[in-house]
């Protein structure tokens, strides 16, 4: 998970104030609301017989936005990996190449010989 550090003497911005969101929740319902109303007063030239339905293109945008937030659910069950899986990856990996400890913590850290930064320190170079 994400760490939200707040520095207290930092001055809260204005997206932090639940007055100034719930005001921009309302100006996007008030908005939604006004579209929706204006759709019945203009003469609308459908090519298919569906979009006779009123409202139809904010209908089908809204069924479409539900079935991929459903559809992303489902597919996190299938992909989604531990929260150390590649840590553990790139240990075994160091351990078993490149002789490191996997005891060591900071393994994938760790230069080793052979490495270009680890051989840029060696000869006293700074990168």
């Known amino acids: 998970m994400t760490d939200h550090h707040h520095n207290p003497d930092e001055k809260p911005g204005w997206a932090d104030n639940p007055k100034t969101v719930q005001r921009i929740l309302q100006a996007l319902v008030g908005v939604c609301v006004l579209l929706f109303i204006a759709d019945f007063f203009y003469e609308k030239h459908p090519y298919f017989p569906i979009e006779h339905i009123p409202n139809f293109y904010g209908l089908y945008g809204f069924i479409g936005c539900v079935f991929l937030v459903l559809a992303a659910a489902q597919l996190r069950k299938v992909l989604m990996r531990p929260e150390n899986y590649y840590e553990k990856k790139d240990a075994a990996y160091e351990t078993k190449n490149l002789g ?16 270009p930064h680890y051989e840029a320190e060696k000869a006293g170079k700074a990168h």
């Not at 490191?100 to 490495?115: I, L, Y």
């Open 100 to 115: 490191q400890s996997s005891a060591d913590p900071d393994a994938a850290d760790t230069p080793f010989e052979g490495h």
